[in-house]
């Protein structure tokens, strides 16, 4: 990828790489009470909002950085 650029200066807010672990732990955690809900026959949640915060992750959304250089554009 040595030619991989973003196109738009939209960028994490903190400096953690990945939310691939909290993203597998929401999941389980929707997974468990989905099945638990299927067994006492009660209906099962729409979203995964429903059950788990998104907002708990290590990542806390993006921003727009209008400051940004040409060696912060690269991936």
Partial sequence: MARSI???PIFGITAASSEKADKRRWNRTFRR???????IKQ?????????T????GN?????????YSVKDMRK
């Fill in 33 to 39: 009470i989905s099945k638990h809900k299927i067994a």
């Fill in 6 to 8: 973003r196109k738009t």
């Fill in 43 to 51: 209906d099962l949640p729409a979203k995964i909002n429903a059950i």
């Fill in 53 to 56: 915060n998104v907002w708990d």
């Fill in 59 to 67: 990542k806390d959304g993006k921003h727009y950085w209008k400051d």
